[in-house]
């Protein structure tokens, strides 16, 4: 089958050099013809193998070897229905650190945006890299246009550690020290002991691991209800390793019971602090930091609501032919299937083309990347999972031009 695409003019020359080589050299370098374009038919069937810099972006782009390998993508992925309608979808991106979460969340939010969806891609991994991967400064917590795509492309980059110290103050106020010291100021001090039931103490001062992460998403939640968020059809959390994200899953069930309980804790202090305030004229605790906490909790109801819902969401691992991303992997979609958050796809990524095997070191590593595939098959957590095969390509993916590269390989 032929696929009509479009090559730059200008990059004709370079082309012509390596169809001299390789009559199958053109595949990946299509997508990339920017202003001048001259339509090409090319077989769809073809894969990456590698691909060259040069010195200056994007003719980069246009020293591409390819050999026919055909990309198992193609037959599985269904990117047609992950593009399909115009109800909102999101989808979480996730795995072992360093396997090309972020290139891989990015690409698709990159792919999303080019097929017409107002798309979000957001960071809550604390090691933010979208900025690296979009080559553009995206910090500070707020929206932010990523030049290039069609539609329009924004991303956020969440800062859990700002999260993280609202809602230590929220808390305080409402169930923290604030409350114990303004309890025992005013001889509450067998109230305060009940402080002793609530794990909040705990909470604030060992903050548990991916309670950054579920701020984040909350932050992103919040983020969410406002109208100006209201335009996108597509949203592509970046998350952050799993570990963090293991935790998060359990997290907001153990929130939502602590902020529970800090919540009955202020109606009883409330009444008792109304009837000394009625005898000392004394100020009422500051009743609009519990609305907040009670935000915060309803918060958190939607962040696993949103995890578990088979309608909007879905869960992409993102791994890497190794036994050890490939164990690990393996147990992330156990824990993710008995939270009930919907995965279909595992992405397995920088897999070496087989023209690695001309060197012998590389022709090694792929004979071990081949075992931890095989590994995939007989795994019983990861074999009913859609596979998605990406190449390693031999230039960083980094600015939207690699991005749509990458992505118009694992997106098929
Ligand atoms: N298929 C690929 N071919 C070549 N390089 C790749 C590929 N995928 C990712 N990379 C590179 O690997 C590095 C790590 O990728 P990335 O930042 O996407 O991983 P990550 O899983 O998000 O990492 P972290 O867990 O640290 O956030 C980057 O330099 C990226 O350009």
Same mark, same amino acid.
């Given at each position: 089958?032929?696929?009509?695409?479009?090559?730059?003019?200008?990059?004709?020359?370079?082309?012509?050099?390596?169809?001299?080589?390789?009559?199958?050299?053109?595949?990946?370098?299509?997508?990339?013809?920017?202003?001048?374009?001259?339509?090409?038919?090319?077989?769809?069937?073809?894969?990456?193998?590698?691909?060259?810099?040069?010195?200056?972006?994007?003719?980069?782009?246009?020293?591409?070897?390819?050999?026919?390998?055909?990309?198992?993508?193609?037959?599985?992925?269904?990117f047609d229905d992950m593009v399909a309608g115009t109800q909102r979808k999101y989808y979480m991106l996730?795995?072992?650190?360093?396997?090309?979460?972020?290139?891989?969340a990015?690409?698709l939010a990159v792919k999303f945006a080019n097929n017409g969806h107002p798309t979000l891609v957001v960071s809550t991994?604390?090691?933010?890299?979208?900025?690296?991967?979009?080559?553009?400064?995206?910090?500070?917590?707020?929206l932010?246009?990523v030049?290039?795509p069609?539609a329009p492309l924004f991303a956020l980059?969440i800062?859990?550690?700002?999260?993280?110290?609202?809602?230590?103050?929220?808390?305080?106020?409402?169930?923290?020290?604030?409350?114990?010291?303004?309890?025992?100021?005013?001889?509450?001090?067998?109230?305060?002991?009940?402080?002793?039931?609530?794990?909040?103490?705990?909470?604030?001062?060992?903050?548990?691991?991916?309670?950054?992460?579920?701020?984040?998403i909350s932050k992103v939640i919040q983020f969410l209800e406002s109208p100006e968020y209201s335009m996108f059809t597509r949203i592509v959390f970046d998350t952050?390793? +799993?570990?963090? #994200?293991?935790?998060?899953? $359990?997290?907001?069930?153990? @929130?939502?019971? %602590?902020?529970? *309980?800090?919540?009955?804790?202020?109606?009883?202090?409330?009444?008792?602090?109304?009837?000394?305030?009625?005898?000392?004229?004394?100020?009422?605790?500051?009743?609009?930091?519990?609305?907040?906490?009670?935000?915060?909790?309803?918060r958190?109801i939607k962040v696993r609501e949103l995890f578990r819902d088979t309608d909007s969401t879905e869960f992409v691992?993102? +791994?890497?032919? #190794?036994?050890?991303?490939? $164990?690990?992997?393996?147990? @992330?979609?156990? %824990?993710?299937? *008995?939270?009930?958050v919907p995965?279909t796809?595992?992405?397995?990524?920088?897999?070496?083309?087989?023209?690695?095997?001309?060197?012998?070191?590389?022709?090694?590593?792929?004979?071990?990347?081949?075992?931890?595939?095989?590994?995939?098959?007989?795994?019983?957590?990861?074999?009913?999972?859609?596979?998605?095969?990406?190449?390693?390509?031999?230039?960083?993916?980094?600015?939207?031009?690699?991005?749509?590269?990458?992505?118009?390989?694992?997106w098929?």
């Amino acid at each position: 089958m032929a696929s009509s695409t479009c090559i730059p003019s200008t990059f004709t020359p370079i082309l012509h050099n390596l169809t001299a080589r390789n009559s199958m050299t053109m595949v990946g370098l299509l997508s990339y013809a920017p202003k001048t374009l001259r339509p090409l038919s090319l077989p769809k069937s073809f894969g990456f193998s590698s691909l060259s810099t040069a010195a200056k972006p994007p003719r980069k782009f246009f020293q591409l070897q390819v050999r026919s390998v055909a990309t198992p993508a193609e037959a599985v992925a269904g990117f047609d229905d992950m593009v399909a309608g115009t109800q909102r979808k999101y989808y979480m991106l996730g795995g072992k650190g360093g396997v090309g979460k972020t290139s891989c969340a990015a690409s698709l939010a990159v792919k999303f945006a080019n097929n017409g969806h107002p798309t979000l891609v957001v960071s809550t991994d604390p090691a933010h890299s979208l900025s690296d991967s979009f080559a553009q400064d995206l910090a500070g917590g707020t929206l932010v246009p990523v030049d290039g795509p069609e539609a329009p492309l924004f991303a956020l980059e969440i800062n859990p550690e700002k999260a993280r110290e609202e809602f230590r103050n929220v808390s305080q106020k409402n169930g923290g020290t604030g409350v114990k010291d303004f309890m025992d100021g005013m001889g509450l001090g067998m109230l305060a002991e009940q402080l002793g039931d609530l794990k909040l103490g705990e909470l604030l001062d060992t903050p548990p691991p991916g309670l950054d992460e579920a701020l984040a998403i909350s932050k992103v939640i919040q983020f969410l209800e406002s109208p100006e968020y209201s335009m996108f059809t597509r949203i592509v959390f970046d998350t952050a390793p +799993t570990g963090h #994200t293991l935790r998060l899953l $359990s997290l907001p069930d153990f @929130l939502d019971q %602590s902020i529970g *309980k800090i919540l009955q804790l202020k109606q009883k202090i409330s009444s008792a602090t109304s009837a000394i305030k009625s005898v000392f004229g004394q100020e009422k605790p500051q009743m609009g930091a519990a609305d907040k906490l009670e935000k915060l909790r309803e918060r958190m109801i939607k962040v696993r609501e949103l995890f578990r819902d088979t309608d909007s969401t879905e869960f992409v691992i993102v +791994t890497i032919p #190794t036994v050890m991303a490939i $164990s690990e992997s393996s147990r @992330l979609h156990a %824990s993710l299937k *008995k939270e009930s958050v919907p995965v279909t796809r595992l992405i397995v990524n920088q897999i070496l083309p087989p023209s690695a095997s001309d060197c012998k070191f590389c022709s090694i590593k792929r004979k071990d990347q081949m075992r931890a595939l095989d590994m995939i098959q007989k795994d019983t957590e990861l074999s009913g999972l859609t596979v998605i095969q990406a190449p390693l390509v031999d230039v960083e993916i980094r600015g939207v031009p690699a991005l749509r590269f990458l992505g118009d390989i694992i997106w098929k």
